[in-house]
């Protein structure tokens, strides 16, 4: 991602399920781990004000605004792996490539993050930041739109191989025309994530449904930005004790990390 005056690189972790873009800046920073490039480096007229439209839109689903009596518009940032993020919206020039070649300067908001907390340090080190590409407002993808630049559309494609990467599209000029397959997302308004309906898990020659397909149970969010996948409390005892039943050795204690209560080995896939 090219951004600011002049323009500089920053290297940015692809997450559908995140609203804000940000990257670790110097506001000055607090906690910060040494990531790919130099912390970006805001300026007063960078700041976005706390009455701005797009601050209310980042502070909405959020606590109490951290500070009542600031100008400028704070946010706070929390991941299911109790990772957290904290820092002020800024606004700079985003420098686009187009398909044509050509290049466009806008104006982007996205978070100046001066206080990471958690796992996310460790993430940090070969990146700069988080790319928030979700259906809200605030996110990328939204804005590009809002201003006519691309249709809302976003594409995220990773190889089968780590080391032939991938590519990512923002707009629809560069849909494929072959080699897809397409799952209808659900449309509701009230939800800001990209989600759909998923009726049954296969593992093996067995199956476990997940609920019918009108059922809340069945629903689930796409999530780039997650390592792991995450099931209700129901939906995730009732799976438990199915893979009880063909694992190998087993359950054990995954000691490396807390949020993983149990590991499990089985001869097929899931």
């Known amino acids: 991602m090219l951004l600011g005056n002049p323009q500089r690189r920053y290297f940015l972790d692809i997450d559908t399920g995140s609203d804000l873009t940000w990257i670790q800046c110097d506001a000055p920073c607090s906690s910060c781990a040494k990531g790919a490039n130099p912390l970006y480096k805001p300026t007063k007229v960078n700041i976005v004000a706390s009455g701005d439209s797009m601050c209310m839109e980042v502070q909405k689903n959020q606590k109490p605004q951290i500070c009542e009596t600031c100008q400028q518009c704070d946010y706070e940032i929390e991941y299911a792996d109790r990772s957290s993020s904290l820092g002020v ?4 020039k985003l420098h686009l490539v187009n398909p044509n070649g050509s290049i466009t300067n806008l104006d982007v908001v996205f978070g100046c993050a001066y206080d990471q907390q958690g796992i996310l340090l460790n993430t940090l080190s070969k990146t700069d930041g ?13 804005q590009l739109a809002s201003k006519g630049i691309i249709n ?9 191989d780590v080391a032939s990467g991938g590519y990512m599209f923002l707009g629809d000029d560069f849909v ?5 397959s397409w799952v209808p997302m659900l449309g509701s308004p009230l939800i800001e994530f990209y989600h759909t309906q998923l ?33 209700t409390k129901q939906s995730y005892a009732e799976l438990v004790s199915s893979l009880s039943e063909v694992s190998e050795l087993g359950f054990i204690q995954d000691a490396s990390d807390p949020t993983l209560p149990v590991c499990w080995r089985a001869p097929f896939p899931i």
Do not use: E
Request: net charge positive.
């Open 89 to 92: 919206l800024a606004k700079d």
């Open 130 to 142: 988080i790319l928030g590409l979700s259906k809200a407002k605030v996110s990328l993808p939204s």
């Open 152 to 160: 809302n559309v976003v594409g995220h494609c990773l190889a089968t």
């Open 176 to 180: 494929p025309n072959w080699g897809m």
């Open 199 to 231: 009726v049954k898990i296969n593992y093996g020659s067995s199956s476990l449904s997940l609920g019918a397909k009108d059922s809340d149970k069945a629903r689930v969010v796409f999530d780039s930005g997650s390592s792991y996948t995450y099931f």
